[in-house]
């Protein structure tokens, strides 16, 4: 029996190990309270956009003026419309999720120049804004 322990004591060990470095790999979890910083580009003749800047400078940036106001932040890159053929209505839509509106507004509002600044090295696209609170989040169940 004692064996028994010795040879599985191990595999259990490495198993709860995989299973939480799993868990890291999920998205962060999005809750009610919490707010979501809408960014949206919207996609028209002549625009341009500059993903892997957009993903590698832009957004890293702003979220270093956000500090730890700021849960986590997503990008979305435009593909299709409604069906697969249509352009997509946005090139690109960024969010940041946070915990505090007045440190966000505190936060971008001393960083304004510096943010407007950094459009040109992506876009020629004004973005549009919007500012929502999480009010519900439902996971349905899985079978």
Do not use: W
């Not at 004591?9 to 709860?16: C, F, K, S, T």
């Not at 868990?23 to 580009?41: C, D, E, N």
């Not at 028209?44 to 993903?51: A, H, I, L, Q």
């Amino acid at each position: 029996m004692t064996n028994k322990i010795k040879f599985f004591l191990p595999i259990l060990g490495l198993m709860a190990l995989i299973g939480c470095k799993t868990a890291q790999l999920g998205s962060p979890s999005i809750q009610t309270g919490l707010f979501k910083v809408t960014i949206l580009y919207p996609n028209g003749e002549g625009s341009t956009f500059d993903m892997d800047y957009y993903e590698t400078k832009h957004m890293p940036m702003v979220a270093g003026f956000l500090g730890d106001n700021l849960k986590f932040y997503e990008i979305d890159k435009g593909i299709s419309g409604r069906t697969p053929n249509d352009k997509p209505p946005y090139a690109a839509v960024g969010y940041f999720y946070i915990n505090n509106i007045e440190e966000y507004g505190k936060a971008i509002a001393e960083n304004r120049d510096a943010v407007i600044n950094d459009f040109k090295n992506y876009t020629n696209i004004q973005p549009v804004v919007q500012i929502s609170e999480i009010r519900q989040v439902v996971h349905p169940a899985k079978n």
